[in-house]
């Protein structure tokens, strides 16, 4: 399948009193129709400002963002103008951490979901949109009974259904999840994470789900990237980063999740130290200061991305090394 997103060298730099903070370094990736890509990290690696990049929430200081629109064009999305924009933009729509904030408490459910096809097409029929509001609502598991109520009769779980319904009305190609089951619970976060399963299949839709909790993104995501004070750092199949992590940072992470099963849960690796500031990152490696396989290469020189043998990219001096023997903590290390 031809790509219907391709992310490439994208920068996002914020510079306020004189300091710039890289929030997003050199991010490259592909994206297939259809499939779900998870970004993870810790707070602060720049995955929520790289959802926001592409979606052009923020504007990105450098790079681009190939888009493949439902009518076939291949565009830069971060370089077409307003009028393009208008017309594209709903083919790609954001899906919200929190649903309690994200939901105007003053409209109605019915008008909340209505409100994407107002705003995009200003020539529809009432009678229209409310059918295709209803529609959509039933869709997502909402019961028609109760549309004219307002946000705050929901639960958590239905509130952020009603965001997914929002979302989709206006029949997106991409949606991108930002920690969207994050402020619910775990039960709830299964039947959201069903359900936005469901309904990629039925209307096939790509997901980008960004999230800071490494089962979450397990359970939904095909390939996987984890990013690092805004490099990323691995990207692979999900299955493949799970099983047999590349990148020291990865396999850090990993080894922090629990897991139900204790004969297989990894020997947690703690990482040394706090995570560094952005706005002053250190000198090669950003991860060089808590990793424990740093040579002293990687205090001076950036690892670059690159493709491993087994198809997957590592940004890591070591990868190649690592991958062959395992990781085990070494004496040359710094
Ligand atoms: Fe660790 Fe060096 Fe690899 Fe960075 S490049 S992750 S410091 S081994």
Redesign the pocket.
């Known amino acids: 399948k031809e790509n219907i997103m391709e992310v490439k060298g994208l920068h996002k730099r914020f510079t306020s009193k004189g300091i710039t903070v890289k929030a997003v370094t050199d991010v490259s990736f592909d994206v297939k129709p259809g499939e779900t890509i998870g970004i993870v990290g810790e707070s602060g690696c720049g995955k929520t400002t790289l959802g926001r990049c592409i979606v052009r929430a923020y504007d990105a200081s450098e790079g681009e963002v190939f888009y493949r629109t439902r009518a076939g064009e291949e565009l830069d999305f971060l370089k077409v103008d307003k009028k393009k924009m208008k017309e594209i933009r709903k083919e790609i729509q954001m899906i919200f951490q929190d649903p309690y904030s994200s939901l105007d408490p003053r409209m109605t459910v019915l008008d909340i979901i209505k409100e994407p096809l107002k705003a995009n097409y200003p020539k529809m029929s009432k009678a229209e949109m409310d059918q295709k509001a209803k529609a959509m609502a039933e869709k997502v598991g909402l019961n028609p009974m109760y549309l004219m109520r307002y946000p705050h009769a929901f639960s958590g779980g239905q509130r952020q259904r009603i965001g997914i319904a929002r979302a989709l009305v206006i029949e997106p190609q991409i949606i991108v999840c930002d920690e969207a089951v994050s402020a619910l619970d775990v039960s709830i976060q299964a039947q959201v994470i069903n359900l936005l399963r469901d309904l990629q299949k039925e209307l096939n839709l790509t997901y980008l789900f960004i999230s800071h909790d490494l089962s979450v993104v397990e359970h939904i995501s095909d390939k996987v990237g984890v990013m690092y004070l805004g490099r990323m ?1 691995e990207f692979a199949p999900a299955e493949d980063l799970f099983e047999k992590p590349m ?3 990865t396999e850090a992470l990993l080894s922090a999740v629990p897991v139900a099963d204790p004969t297989i849960q990894m020997e947690r690796i703690p990482l040394k130290g706090e995570i560094p500031n952005p706005a002053n990152p250190p000198s ?2 950003y ?2 200061e808590r ?1 424990h ?3 002293d ?2 205090t001076t020189d950036a ?1 670059a991305l690159t493709e491993m043998p087994d198809g997957r990219l590592c ?5 190649k090394e ?1 991958a062959l023997r395992g990781f085990t903590y070494d004496e040359g290390a710094k």
Not at 315 to 319: E, F, N, P, T, V
């Open positions: 750092v990148h020291p940072y090669g490696c991860f060089h990793c396989y740093c040579i290469k990687c690892p940004a890591c001096h070591r990868a690592l």
